[in-house]
């Protein structure tokens, strides 16, 4: 399973970014997709994840301005961030999770600038 993550970049803080990944190969359908942000020093946390019936999970520093959706047909999920704030700032990484299997992608940068 490879995950290809696209859509980081510079904004200027208010700005918005989305953020796309798509899945190929062989996998559950049953399974959640998430984003995850670790910034220079910090842990990996959670951004958003949703189910394949698209059920939703936020972290507490993103609701409100972020919002993640997904495609089953295509295997991709979206991340749409509104509000960017400098400590948005971070490698955003896409993950996929079955029952059974963890699979992550290569990040792509997201730089909010001041």
């Known amino acids: 399973v490879q995950l290809q993550a696209s859509g980081g970049g510079l904004v200027q803080a208010g700005g918005s970014l989305n953020l796309s990944c798509q899945a190929s190969?062989?996998?559950?359908?049953?399974?959640?997709m998430s984003w995850y942000r670790q910034a220079p020093g910090q842990q990996r946390e959670l951004v958003a994840a949703?189910?394949?019936?698209?059920?939703?999970q936020y972290g507490e520093a993103m609701k409100g301005r972020f919002t993640i959706s997904r495609d089953n047909a295509k295997n991709t999920v979206y991340l749409h961030m509104n509000g960017l704030k400098p400590e948005d700032t971070a490698v955003y990484y896409c993950n996929l999770l079955t029952f059974n299997e963890n699979y992550w992608g290569e990040g792509t940068q997201v730089t909010v600038s001041s």
């Open positions: 190969g062989n996998f559950y359908s049953m399974n959640v």
């Open positions: 949703i189910t394949n019936g698209n059920m939703t």
